[in-house]
């Protein structure tokens, strides 16, 4: 069959420009696993993901100058469905449906940024973020590729409980879980709504009242129940956690990874490393919430919450690095301004990673984190061509991974700057 008339049957079959042969090429390509640096960087993607070998001749080729090609950024910490600044009174006063044009209008901006993969760890909503991540990945709408948690399980006056609120005021309860038999009737529930892992309170937490970032939440036989159910069910847990008997108790309790991890001791770290339990850092949210002026409008008591626990988060950063626990890229976004998801790239590295390091957490690490090492996280063949390229050497100026100039998920160009 002639050539031309190859193209027009695939064109008849309704395959798209997108499933041709297309060549990306720009002055360098990060290996993020060797941290070497190619010269020129060039890769071939094909059918959504990326091709071995040579390039087909006659193959298109998208040259993007002076740049660097880097794999799609994973977050594992997002609120997609949360506005940042929102606050418990905003919050109450928005209905579901508006929470989760939110996380529309939030998923684009996180994807244009480069994120091409998030986890999303606790939005109330309805089980919004399912509904959310299936839009996306129908096509309906641009976002990331999304892991979603439901709403994230909670004590009685925990960090995921609504305090400080007089009796009557009633909110949404079904997430909290006060005993081991609860525990798994709510895993077993989330599981039916469609969550991809579960999410629960290990502490209490610094946006909210009343309760201690530094207490343990759960009893250990709850702990227990919860991890143990969704695992017969397929699913990880996520334990959000600052003090270090929280870590330490949801660590035991077998939860794939400890998000924000503020007061971790060299004893617990040791315990985490050995266990294979992540670290999720979210460093700038603590930042962003200190930041002058108070642009976020946080309450006097959280502020003072923050103030404790920053040069004690610094510390405990140091002894998950030093420790050799897998450190993964998140955010929390919600907290501060999805725009700025990238933001955390200059903290790691200002807290002791190198900038490869950093680059690591959001790439393979993440995307280990995520179950998803043959998919993401690395520019490799088979892997989804989720490519971005940033302006200069971002082993040398990690700031450029703020300003992303091209994004492309699953072989389909999605932001492209001049
Ligand atoms: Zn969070």
Known sequence: MPLRSLFACLLALGLSAQERPLVLKAARLLNVRTGKMEAPGLLWVQSGRIQAGPAPAGAETLDLGDRTLLPGLIDCHTHLLFPAGLGELGYLKRSHGTLVLDGVVNARKVLEAGFTTVRDVGASAGFGDVALRDAIARGDIPGPRMRVAG????????????????????VEDDHIVDSPDAGRRTVREWQKRGVDLIKLHATGGVLSNHDDPGAP????????????????????????????????????????????????????????????????????????????????????????????ILPLRKAGFKVALEAGVPIAY???????????????????????????????????????????????????????????????????????????????KGGKTVQKQP
Request: aromatic residues 6%; charged residues 20%.
């Open 151 to 170: 709403p994230a399980l909670s004590i009685t006056g925990g960090h995921g409980d609504l305090n400080g609120f007089p009796p009557h005021v009633h």
């Open 330 to 408: 998140g955010t929390d976004i919600g907290v501060f301004e999805h725009g700025q998801v990238a933001a955390d790239f200059r903290y790691l590295v200002s807290y002791g990673m190198t900038p490869l390091q950093a680059i690591q957490s959001a790439t393979l690490t993440a995307a280990e984190l995520l179950r998803l090492g043959g998919e993401a996280g690395s520019l490799e063949p088979g892997r989804w061509a989720d490519v971005i390229a940033v302006d200069g050497d971002p082993l040398t100026d990690i700031s450029t991974l703020e300003r992303v100039r091209f994004v492309m």
């Open 217 to 308: 939440s759960f009893s250990p036989p709850e702990f227990k129940a919860i991890v143990e159910e969704a695992r017969r069910r397929g699913l990880d847990v996520c334990a959000h956690a600052h003090g270090d008997a929280g870590i330490l108790e949801a660590t035991l309790a077998g939860v794939r990874s400890i998000e924000h991890g503020s007061l971790l001791s060299p004893a617990t770290a040791k315990e985490m490393k050995a266990r294979g339990t992540f670290l999720v850092p979210t460093l700038y949210a603590l930042e962003s919430i200190l930041l002058p002026g108070n642009p976020y409008k946080i309450t006097e008591g959280s502020l003072a919450k923050a103030r404790a």
